[in-house]
């Protein structure tokens, strides 16, 4: 079965029409006066500042006629590789170390007793109250914005497999036993596909926070990134560079957040009877 959907154009005309409306009220009150310009700056302002914050240009003194270097900076690139390589390093840590646990303790009923306490004890401690120790621990630099990223990716990851396992309906697991399936072949071709939804599910929330998590660390542990830049920004009261830098982040965490739906829906289409 083919599922008919609207023109993509169409989705995105109508997803901006939301954007558009509060830019037009957001560029309207700082126009009128209403708020301070160096609390809240334009919408233009921001743009102006984004692109400055984007391209390295240079160009010629007036006076000398000589090359100078402009005042684009060009910092954001230097600064979203260096939080997406955070970002890639941690949530692939995370998840390598989430799925076969998680795997064991849906499958497995004494292995779920045994971890279950643990899990659920360490499983609301937020990310950002391992700061401390992870400075302890690993000093300054990538090393503890990375550990926080793993622990920001591990639980999402973690809780789905596990209801992803338990979710696999009965039905399904004593045919295959009647049918003589080992408990390997019952695990590989049962299981693991029936919980793949809840996996990817949760890898979607986990990349999600592991972005947050990034964000977080590097304005305490790095001295590069968009986190970083953002309480530099902070510093000096620049606050058109504040929201370029949060503009950026939300860029990067839509086309993030669009290449795991795509991905998700590619790998699942057998289970959501799309046709490739």
Do not use: C
């Amino acid at each position: 079965m083919t599922i008919h959907s609207r023109p993509s154009w169409k989705t995105w005309l109508e997803g901006a029409i939301v954007p558009i409306v509060l830019i037009a009220l957001w560029q309207a009150v700082v126009s009128l006066g209403w708020v301070n310009p160096k609390v809240l700056p334009s919408p233009a302002a921001v743009v102006v500042r984004w692109w400055q914050y984007l391209m390295p240009m240079e160009a010629y003194d007036p006076a000398t006629m000589s090359r100078v270097k402009w005042w684009f900076s060009g910092e954001m690139l230097g600064d979203a590789a260096g939080s997406l390589y955070r970002v890639v390093v941690g949530f692939v840590l995370g998840t390598v170390l989430a799925l076969p646990l998680g795997l064991a303790m849906g499958a497995m009923p004494r292995v779920l007793r045994l971890m279950s306490p643990l899990m659920q004890v360490l499983r609301p401690i937020p990310p950002i109250a391992y700061i401390p120790l992870s400075i302890l621990w690993f000093g300054l630099g990538n090393p503890p914005a990375v550990f926080l990223i793993v622990i920001g990716a591990f639980f999402p990851v973690l809780m789905n497999t596990i209801a992803g396992v338990l979710a696999v309906d009965g039905i399904y697991l004593r045919a295959a036993r009647n049918l003589g399936a080992s408990r390997l072949t019952i695990f590989r071709r049962v299981i693991l596909p029936a919980a793949t939804p809840y996996i990817l599910a949760g890898m979607r929330i986990g990349i999600g926070t592991s972005f947050i998590v990034v964000i977080v660390s590097e304005m305490i542990a790095v001295n590069n990134g968009l986190g970083f830049r953002i309480l530099e920004a902070r510093e000096y009261f620049w606050s058109d560079k504040i929201i370029a830098g949060m503009l950026t982040i939300g860029l990067i965490g839509l086309a993030i957040d669009i290449a795991m739906n795509k991905t998700n829906t590619y790998l699942l289409r057998w289970h959501r009877g799309l046709e490739q």
